[in-house]
């Protein structure tokens, strides 16, 4: 978790106004929550407002899951748990971050249909 939120931060520091913010859900003893996100980027929208809003009054919302060590890839459970929550909420993307010990954490972007493809480059994400 907090090599993939330093690696996030990283690339949010280049990235242009209005800044992202990252929440992590921890467990009652510190760890891992319940449920498949493990973390939340969110920042208000700038953009073109919706009718009925104003600009800055909707967020924009990336939902991630962290996987480390010798943690399982997502099940195809946890793939679509994680597509019914993005869809209930509204979120923009929903990334993987996967840390294996020496190593940068990658990043996938789940598609339209259940599949991850690994992103590039974070600031086509969090720019």
Do not use: C
């Not at 319940?34 to 009718?51: E, M, S, Y």
Request: a positive charge; glycine letters at 10%.
């Amino acid at each position: 978790m907090t090599m993939t939120k330093v690696r996030i931060r990283q690339v949010m520091a280049r990235a242009p106004w209005p800044r992202w913010n990252l929440l992590t859900f921890s467990g009652q003893e510190g760890g891992e929550s319940r449920g498949v996100v493990d973390l939340i980027a969110i920042r208000k929208n700038h953009g073109t407002p919706r009718q009925g809003t104003k600009r800055g009054d909707t967020f924009q919302i990336i939902l991630i899951q962290v996987k480390g060590g010798n943690a399982a890839k997502p099940t195809t459970e946890d793939t679509k748990r994680l597509r019914a929550v993005a869809r209930h909420h509204h979120a923009d993307d929903v990334l993987l971050a996967v840390w294996k010990k020496g190593k940068a954490p990658r990043f996938f972007s789940l598609d339209p249909k259940l599949r991850w493809s690994e992103i590039g480059d974070l600031m086509s994400v969090f720019g």
